[in-house]
């Protein structure tokens, strides 16, 4: 693997709840995640310490982060302060995001 360009077929394919699949690319202190979401899917309530930054690349979903809630389509830009409870429920077709996280989650390499 080259040490400046990253192939997403080549990276680590982690389901983190049922039908959510992602693919991270890291550097050494922020990462950035492809979020595929089957249709129905769910990102269960929870927080992190990490900030969070993202964009909605293809389909729909409702994004509740802390006591706010709105549907994303593609192009639309969310953020997540660390700490901050947030769920995601994918859509119709399901839903495609790239989340930047900084610091980088371990978990997820």
Do not use: N
């Amino acid at each position: 693997m080259s040490e400046y360009f990253v192939d997403k077929s080549g990276c680590k394919a982690q389901e983190i709840f049922p039908g959510i699949q992602i693919r991270t690319a890291a550097a050494q202190k922020m990462m950035l995640s492809w979020v595929d979401c089957e249709p129905g899917a769910i990102v269960e309530l929870h927080s992190h310490p990490h900030e969070q930054v993202g964009v909605v690349i293809g389909g729909r979903a409702r994004f509740i982060i802390g006591d706010e809630e709105r549907v994303l389509q593609p192009g639309d830009l969310y953020r997540i302060p660390g700490g901050v409870p947030h769920k995601v429920i994918a859509l119709d077709d399901g839903a495609q995001a790239l989340d930047i996280f900084y610091p980088i989650r371990e978990e997820y390499l």
